[in-house]
């Protein structure tokens, strides 16, 4: 994984990374963006509590985290599980500066009328529900830090998606609470943004690409859409992430940023 090279600043003499002093609680941290996101923030000199569902990301997670990270196994979707990892940062680091809600899931991959109420109710949860929770929780310490919240929405919100109805739903909902939320919390400092990706090459995109009929005619097709010419990898998602949280972004609240190659542009290469 690619080191974000967006990490220091120089007042006078001394070297500042530019997370330097901040608590970042991200969810979804344990793989694809998020993780390459926890990376990057940890660079940027962060300490990370970074939270999954996916026991079996947990030894590499902690590897790249180091020292200063803590990685804990929770539903985002479970109050009394959100209100715990709350709880363990601020028991462990004393505060919390910044909120990165991540954790998402995009299946099933159906139109509207074929997905169930289970799959929707699912959805919504982890989706959506999950930033209900961790405002509740955070938001006492968001305060108290005049922080921030970061959530990663979607370029579909804007755009929709073929067979992904229910999903973009989610991420329609992300950035309409994006904005929202940047109103109300603005009388206490804490600013709130997205980033809106189009399309990264995580572990669960590529499972998705060796599921297909095609996989190299889906590959050219994820490059495609792109009009910067590739399908990234998420180091690109956390780049925009490190700027968005850090003070350099002090003055942007109630923006949903895409990060996706100029992809809403609609111009797709080649094609
Ligand atoms: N990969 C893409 O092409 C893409 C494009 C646009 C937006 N996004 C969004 O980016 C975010 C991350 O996507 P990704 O592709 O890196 O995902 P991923 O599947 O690679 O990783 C998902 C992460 O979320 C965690 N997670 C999932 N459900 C959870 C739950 N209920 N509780 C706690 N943690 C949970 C997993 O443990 C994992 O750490 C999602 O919100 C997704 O909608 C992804």
């Not at 990490?7 to 390459?36: D, N, P, Q, R």
């Not at 859409?225 to 968005?244: K, M």
């Amino acid at each position: 994984m690619e080191k974000s090279f967006y990490t220091e600043f120089k007042i006078g003499e001394t070297v500042m990374k530019l997370l330097e002093g901040k608590v970042i609680l991200i969810t979804g941290g344990t793989a694809g963006i998020g993780l390459s996101c926890a990376q990057a923030y940890t660079d940027a000199g962060a300490a990370v509590v970074c939270v999954g569902n996916d026991t079996e990301q947990i030894k590499m997670t902690k590897e790249i985290l180091g020292e200063s990270g803590m990685v804990l196994v929770a539903d985002v979707s479970k109050a009394q599980e959100v209100e715990e990892i709350v709880y363990r940062t601020i028991k462990h680091f004393g505060r919390l500066d910044v909120v990165h809600n991540n954790a998402g899931i995009a299946s099933p991959s159906k139109p509207l009328h074929l997905t169930n109420e289970d799959e929707w109710d699912r959805l919504m949860h982890v989706n959506v529900k999950s930033i209900l929770l961790t405002t509740q929780f955070a938001y006492p310490y968001l305060r108290m830090a005049k922080g921030c919240i970061l959530n990663t929405s979607s370029l579909v919100a804007e755009i929709g998606q073929e067979n992904h109805a229910a999903y973009a739903a989610t991420k329609g909902a992300v950035n309409a609470l994006t904005k929202s939320m940047a109103i109300d919390y603005a009388k206490d400092e804490i600013r709130v943004n997205a980033v809106m990706p189009a399309a990264v090459m995580t572990p669960t995109l590529q499972q998705w690409l060796r599921e297909q009929e095609n996989p190299s005619n889906m590959t050219k097709f994820l490059e495609d859409i792109h009009l910067l010419g590739y399908c990234p990898d998420g180091d690109v998602i956390a780049d925009a992430c490190v700027f968005l949280i850090s003070d350099k972004a002090r003055f942007i609240t109630g923006v949903n940023m895409p990060v996706s190659g100029g992809a809403e542009l609609g111009y797709r290469r080649n094609v």
